[in-house]
Every structure is written in C-alpha cells, then in structure tokens.
C-alpha cells in the first residue's frame, strides 16, 4: 500500500475519532454516553432490568473516563483538559454496576492514564513535546489522583469478592456493595477477566487484596474445568457449578478468560498463567475448532457436542489476535478469514452468525472493536497489505452507515441498515483506536511486558514490581523457551504468496457465502457439503496421547498397563532441564502441534509436565530399532549438535536455546578437544581482537550490514552492532562456500561464525571445506563454525531485530550429572505420527546413563 494513502486513511481515521470525540463532549457530557442520533446525553434506564445500559453507567462520564488512554496518540490536543475533568470525577455513587465492565473500561483507563503520565518529564515545556501538543501543559500533577481514583474504584468492587467460591458477583453497588437477593450468577470472562488490572492496582498501591482476589477467582475456575480442560460459560459464585446451558468456546461469556490467561503471562512473567492458557488452548483446538480449522463453535461441556444451531458471535473475533501472540499465526489468519467474509458479506459483523445454516441471528453491531484488533495484531505480524485493504473497508462502512451529525450510531440491523441512538464508549478507546493503529505504522519497539486490556487500555507492570517465580516454578520451568515463530508466508512455484493468495482463501468465502457467484470460485478439488469444487484443507489433529512401544512390538498385542507414576529412576528431569526416559513400559505421552508447523511436541510424561525448549532423550535399550545405522567410519565430531544459548545483551530475559550442527573444519567446539596449537593459532593483521575465547564466554551477536550472506570482505565498521570485544557473526547460506565466509568471519576477526539456513525445505547440513586450500584452513583454524537450520536462523534473526544479542555456547549433550558426553558418535533416532514429527524427543544411543 502506497505511504500516502495509508496516511491519508490514518488522518481519516483521526478526523472520524475528533467527530465522536467532541460530539460526546459539546452534547453528552458529563453523562456516560451520547445519543447520536439525536444529539443528547444517554442517562441511567430507571427500569434496573435494563442492564444493557446500566451495568456500564456510573455517572462518572464514562466515555470520557474510557478514552483517556486514545486520546495521546490520536488527539494529543484534548489529553490535558480530558485528565483534568477526569480527576474531578467521583466513584461515590448509588448505583448499582457490572465489576467486569468497570474493571475493564474505568479502572484499566485509570492505570493507564496514571502510568502515561508518571512516564511524562518533570518540566512542562519537555511534557508538551512529548505528549506532542504546542506550547506548556502540567498535566504530570494529576498522576496521583489518577492512582487515588483507581484505588477508590478498586476498593468499592471488593465486596463483590465475599463469596464462599472466590468468585465475584457480577454486580455491585458502589456505595452500598452486594445488595439483597443479588443473583448469584456470572460469566466465566466477567469473573476470570480481572487479573491485569487487579494485579497492577496492588502492586503499585501495595494493597495486596486486589491481587490475590482476582488470582483466587482465575485459579477458581480454572480448578473447576472438565477432564477435557474446557470452561463453561455460566457458573454459580455460591456453589460453584456451572450452569446452564453448559457450553464451552471462544464466544461471548468466555471469551476474555483465555486472553487474560495469556497477557496475565505476558505482563506478569507468571508461569502459572501460561500453563493455564496451554491447557486451555489445546483444549480449545481440540474440542472446539472444526475439522477444516476455520470455525470456532461453541461445544457441550459434558457431551462435547455442538449445539443444535451452532453460532459464532462478534465477540469471538478477538481470538485471532490472541492467537497471534501465542504464536499460532496459521491458526490465526483461517480463524480471521471467516470474520472477514462475515463482513464482507454484512458489511459488519451481526452479534450472533449460525454458521451451519449461514444466516444471522441476533443482527445487531454496536460498533465492536474485535475483529479490527485482530486485523491489527495480523498485520504487525504479516505485514501483508491485505489486513490494510479490510481495515480500509471496515473504516468506509462504519462512516457510510452509521456516521450521524454528531457521532457514530450503533447499527441495529447489518442487513437493513437500520440504526440505533447509542454511541458505547468502546468505539473511542478500542474501535477507532485499533483502525488508527493499524494505519499509523508506528516504529515497532523492542519485546516487553506491555500489554493492551481487553478494552484496548495499555498496561504493563514496572520491573521492579515483578516477582520472581518460586524455586519450584523456576525448576519446573528450566530451560522452558518461549518464543513466537516468526511468520513464513504461503508459496507458489517456491515464490511467497499474499493472503489472498494461499490455497484456503476461497474456502473460507465459501463456509460464508455458500455456492453460487458472490461466494464461491471455483477451484479444482473435490466437493464438500454442496459448497462446489473448493479444495477442502486438512489442519493436523492438535492433541492427542500416545503409548511408546519398542519398533519390533506385535501391533495386535495389548498395551501396557498405565503406569501412572513412574519412578524417578524411569522418568528424570537432568538439571538443565531436559528429560530423560531409561524405560519405556506403561508411559503415555501427551502431543501437541508446534505453531512453527514443525510436527508435535511432547507436553507430557505421565504426570511429568514438558515445557516449551525442554527435548525428551529416550534411552531405552528396547527402542533400539528406531535408531539409524552407525556407518564404518565417521569423522570425529559427525552428529554433533551443540547448543548456543541467546539472550539479549546484558539483560536475563528472552533467553532461548539453538541447536546448531558443527563444521568439520575451524575451531573446535568441544573443550577436551582444545590443544595449544589451536589456542596459539595465528589471526589475521585485520582482526580487531582475539578470536581465542573460552568456551563458555558470551560473545556480541553481529550481522554485516554490507555482506548478509558473508561472501565480501567484512568490514569491521559496517558490522552491526559495532562489536567491542569478541564476538560470533551471523550470515546467511548461499553465494560462495563455507570456507569463503569462515576466511572472511576469521579477517573481521570473529571468534564464530553462525550460518543461517534459508531454505525453509533445507536439510540440517554440516559445513565442510573439502577441497579446499591449506593456507585457507589455517587462517580460519581459530573460528568455531556452526550451521543453524530455518527455523532456528528465523529466530535469531527476529529477535536480533529487536535488539543486541549474546550468544554462549552451552556445549553438547550433558550427563545427569552434568560433566559432558564422553561418547561424541551419538545417534539420534527420530519419532514420527503419520507425516509428522515429534520434534522434541529422539530415541539416543551412547549416552551414559546416571
């Protein structure tokens, strides 16, 4: 997309925002909503069963209060006065309101303003330029009302908590708490949705009761999920059952509890969380999705079986975006493309869809920001223009049909066009806000624990409020990496392909519009349910359990028993991390599907939990079958893989672990094999420093800028970063040999060189000098060579983008106590289901055991 017509819809945007923005303020204010039909202020409803409207009006000018957080990046101007009507406002009202929605739009508004402006400079001047308005503005000063007002709010919702469960009612009355014959009923989102803004309120207050409250009613309906690992949506706060109609899903009700799982993960480096969302994910894949992977339909907690007329909702659209930072981008993009043909069909997306029956249900859209935060979070990962092309139709289609002369109405009917007088403050602090983002191509900005709420509020929590995990935890979790794979777009004849290129797009339109010329192009393929010739997709089964057996087993002879814990001289965890099974009988192995598209993982050893990074080594004589055969003669360090642990310069976070395989030539990577000839090995004169290094010493991770692939002479001033002391250089494969880019890595004076594979079909090759010159080997005799595969150099290449990075050599396979490997011939048999592997297991032979 052309730099000026994305800003010119970024500045669209920005006019459509000013349009509601101060039409709420000039004939709404200070009520918590705007008419905008008829340009007045929507009150409170007198009827108390009118909780569409009531659950969210607090008298405290409520869209005002929830636009707090858009108004600096999309109207800086507005932002000082805006913070000072807002510091005026009181929670000391009568009123009787839903602890979700005031958790979400009040108090996360709060939290973010508060920290927004405790970041701003002291002086006024440098407070204005940083905010980006003209002139002086002191409007830092507000920074502890902001505080005092979120704790205030916090403090009237607690007695919501007094239940004999841990959950909260879903309802409170600000001055006088829980009133009589309060329905004991709640959502599984409006209770589980409240760990981020819980949890920053206590840790920048010290009061602790907002922490362990919302943590105790997350865990709570954790601890009651079914033995499938599903939630329902209804649950009593009195006794703890869930309640009818028992569905499960992604859809309204549910929906924010799987979100808050994962940035609870992300802002709160708290493993707990992240273990949840796993769990839930892998049911959500497993029960919920379709077969095709598209459709996302709500399911029977206790039969697992889709309800009569299965639907989708508009809320459910935010699930692609938390796909995206799970890291499940294909999953992702077939999960958008069925919200995007909703909308290209309706022209918005009705808050009810039948998706079997491809017909609307509840037909009205208020304006929701999902599937435009989705749209948003696709495009940062993909950065393919066809996520600004949909941003594009869904911003006209909210100005043509729903623009009034003094805001944005809420659309009553997607399919008559039919309108209703009601603006929800969600279209200023998400909707907009999320178009904006999308077109506003921001400098990206360097991983952190920075969040956006649930209702688009931005939070993240101080480093120096963080909390270390427990010894447990941290022992649990050695060597867990967590990472999301960077995005490796579909391709045609080896050339990659857009969105709207890839195989599955039509068929997504298809499950919307059905057959016939809007919907369907035909395709060659075979027929699926009338739908025509559309290719039907095959998405791998996401989890499931299997029973190792040794290769030459009788496949008609009954397993084994269970053996459902097994002792730790079968199953043990070495002290880096890794696992270690010394024998087979009984175990049962839990998979799941890698997000990188790599095959399976192994989750679990019976009762042993296996997390992200950490590999299982089988050391069964029984699976002796599945290893490869030991050629008659190998060199002395063939099959060698070692491990270089990565982390970001001087930092202890976004710590991962490659395996790389070694070259046959250069320095060698084993410490027993160090001799005096290597460590005196001559450099050559250009060398900045000494390539000789100790094994275990971070060295500066650095790419030349005029050489990717190291095939030129590597000049020292154009490395990036400019290294000061050792360091490890990072090219691509291809344009000249091994040896040429060890020579040129060995001049800039690089004590190791790391190849990055950039075929995504390549196979894990070992770099060689065969035939090469004497004099070319002894210059680059003190360079340690390895080779990183695709996906491992997609790694290192995105998180190098991101910022410095040190690379350390870990070493080759460990001992269970922890002295190295003394056999260097290791071989390494890979498990496979079907056409896919087990990546994080091999079946080892010549490894000494404990």
Not at 103 to 126: V, W
Not at 228 to 241: K, M, P, R, T, Y
Not at 575 to 586: A, K, L, N, S
Not at 725 to 746: H, Y
Request: aromatic share 8%.
């Amino acid at each position: 997309m052309d730099a000026s017509w994305r800003a010119a819809l970024r500045d669209e945007v920005r006019d459509m925002f000013h349009h509601a923005f101060t039409g709420y303020m000039s004939f709404a204010y200070p009520a918590d909503e705007l008419r905008p039909i008829t340009c007045a202020p929507l009150h409170r409803d007198p009827d108390p069963a009118n909780i569409g409207v009531n659950d969210i009006h607090a008298n405290i000018s409520m869209t005002l209060v929830d636009s707090l957080s858009a108004l600096p990046l999309i109207l800086p101007e507005e932002y000082p006065a805006a913070v000072e009507r807002v510091s005026r406002i009181s929670f000391d009202q009568n009123v009787k309101v839903q602890v979700f929605e005031m958790t979400i739009r009040a108090l996360g508004a709060l939290l973010s303003t508060y920290q927004k402006l405790d970041a701003l400079p002291d002086h006024p001047k440098a407070q204005a330029a940083a905010l980006g308005i003209e002139g002086t503005t002191d409007v830092k000063k507000y920074a502890p009302r902001m505080l005092e007002l979120a704790l205030d709010l916090g403090t009237r919702l607690l007695p919501a908590f007094d239940t004999p469960t841990g959950l909260p009612y879903a309802r409170v009355n600000l001055r006088h708490g829980i009133e009589s014959r309060e329905s004991s009923e709640t959502c599984t989102a409006g209770a589980g949705s409240l760990v981020l803004e819980f949890t920053l309120l206590s840790r920048l207050t010290g009061d602790e009761r907002f922490e362990e409250l919302a943590h105790k009613a997350f865990m709570s309906l954790w601890n009651r999920r079914t033995a499938e690992d599903l939630v329902g949506n209804a649950i009593s706060v009195n006794h703890g059952q869930w309640l009818q109609p028992g569905m499960s899903g992604t859809n309204a009700g549910i929906d924010s509890f799987f979100e808050y799982a994962l940035k609870g993960a992300i802002m709160l480096d708290d493993t707990t969380y992240m273990d949840v969302f796993h769990d839930a994910y892998a049911a959500i894949q497993t029960h919920v999705r379709t077969k095709d992977g598209f459709i996302y339909r709500p399911v029977q907690i206790r039969s697992l079986r889709p309800a009569s007329t299965s639907v989708i909702d508009s809320l459910s659209a935010f699930f692609p975006g938390v796909q995206v930072l799970a890291g499940d981008i294909e999953s992702a993009i077939r999960n958008h493309l069925v919200f995007w043909n909703i909308w290209r069909r309706y022209s918005g997306i009705p808050e009810s869809w039948a998706h079997d029956e491809r017909t609307v249900g509840w037909a009205g859209w208020p304006g929701r920001p999902e599937f435009i935060e989705s749209t948003y979070y696709l495009y940062t990962v993909t950065r393919d223009d066809f996520y600004l092309r949909v941003g594009e139709r869904v911003l006209h289609d909210i100005r043509r049909r729903t623009i009034t002369p003094c805001g944005f109405a809420t659309l009553a009917n997607v399919e008559t066009g039919e309108t209703e007088d009601r603006m929800e403050s969600f279209l200023l602090s998400e909707t907009l806000k999320y178009l904006y983002l999308l077109f506003a191509d921001l400098p990206s900005e360097p991983p952190t624990n920075t969040v956006f709420t649930t209702e688009g509020h931005q939070l993240h929590l101080p480093f120096n409020l963080t909390r270390p995990p427990t010894a447990v935890r941290r022992a649990l979790h050695k060597r867990e990496d967590l990472y999301c794979p960077a995005y490796v777009p579909q391709t045609l004849g080896g050339l990659p392909v857009g969105i709207e290129g890839r195989d599955d797009y039509e068929y997504a339109r298809a499950l919307v519009y059905g057959p016939g010329e809007e919907g369907l192009h035909v395709n060659e393929g075979r027929s699926y349910d009338g739908l025509g010739t559309c290719a039907v997709p095959e998405v791998p089964r996401f989890a499931f359990e299997l029973v190792l057996t040794p290769s030459n087993a009788d496949p008609d002879a009954p397993l084994p028993a269970h053996d459902a814990s097994p002792s730790a001289t079968k199953v043990w965890q070495r002290d880096d991390g890794d696992w270690v099974i010394t024998d087979i009988e009984g175990l049962r192995l839990g998979c799941r599907w890698r997000f990188d598209g790599g095959g399976y993982d192994i989750t679990n050893i019976g009762p042993h939990r296996v997390r992200h990074g950490q590999h299982v080594f089988i050391t069964d004589p029984k699976m002796e079958g599945y290893l490869p055969s030991l050629p008659p003669e190998r060199p002395k360090e063939d099959a060698l893989d070692v491990v270089l642990q990565v982390q970001h310069a001087g930092k202890d976070d976004t710590v991962i672990r490659l395996q790389t395989s070694t070259a046959d030539f250069g320095r060698s990577f084993l410490a027993s094999r160090e001799s005096q000839e290597d460590s005196e090995s001559e450099r050559s004169e250009q060398a900045p420093f000494s390539t000789d290094v100790p094994l275990d010493a971070p060295l500066l991770l650095v790419v030349p800028k005029n050489t990717l692939n190291g095939c030129a002479a590597i000049l020292a001033k154009k490395l990036d970063p400019k290294p000061k002391g050792p360091f490890a250089l990072f090219v691509a494969r291809g344009g000249c040999s091994f040896a040429e880019k060890a020579l040129n890595a060995a001049q800039a004076g690089a004590s190791m060189l790391l190849v990055g594979d950039n075929l995504s079909s390549g196979a894990h090759v070992r770099p060689t000098a065969s035939g090469e010159a004497e004099s070319v080997l002894a210059e680059v005799r003190g360079v340690r060579i390895g080779f990183l595969g695709h996906d491992e150099a997609m790694v290192l290449a995105t998180l190098h983008n991101a910022g410095p990075l040190e690379v350390v050599l870990e070493g080759p396979l460990a001992q269970r106590d922890g002295s190295a490997v003394p056999n260097p011939h290791r071989r390494e048999g890979r498990l496979v289901v079907g056409e896919h592997d087990l990546a994080n297991i091999r079946v080892v032979a010549g490894v000494v055991e404990a």
